[in-house]
């Protein structure tokens, strides 16, 4: 990933996790990280819903049905819907780790 990209999505989960810092429980990150490790095994999902040509509905579509999936929050349901308008899909895998790795510092957690 370009050095921007990985600046960008510091940005996204430093702002998510300010916002959400005190409902971000030992359950929620566990079910980020299935997230996160779904997203980085199944590739070519990520790289079908940046693709141009597809239509914002069906990106919805996929990214509800991963929210329903993983059991998500409306918070980042929210954030999804928001790097979908951006067009910024792509940095859901590094703004999850990010959010992961924040939450892992506040609670002086080592991976």
Do not use: W
Not at 63 to 68: A, R, S, V, Y
Request: proline fraction near 2%; glycine fraction near 0%; hydrophobic fraction near 45%.
């Amino acid at each position: 990933m370009f050095l921007a990209s990985e600046i960008v999505a510091r940005k996204y989960a430093k702002a998510y996790f300010r916002i959400h810092k005190q409902t971000l429980s030992d359950e929620r990150i566990a079910q980020l990280r299935k997230m996160l490790t779904f997203c980085t095994t199944e590739k070519k999902l990520l790289s079908y819903l940046t693709i141009p040509s597809i239509n914002t509905q069906t990106r919805q579509l996929v990214i509800k049905k991963l929210i329903e999936t993983f059991e998500l929050d409306d918070s980042l349901n929210n954030l999804l819907h928001l790097l979908i308008a951006h067009r910024r899909l792509e940095l859901i895998v590094p703004i999850i780790a990010n959010i992961v790795r924040l939450h892992n510092e506040q609670r002086n957690i080592i991976e």
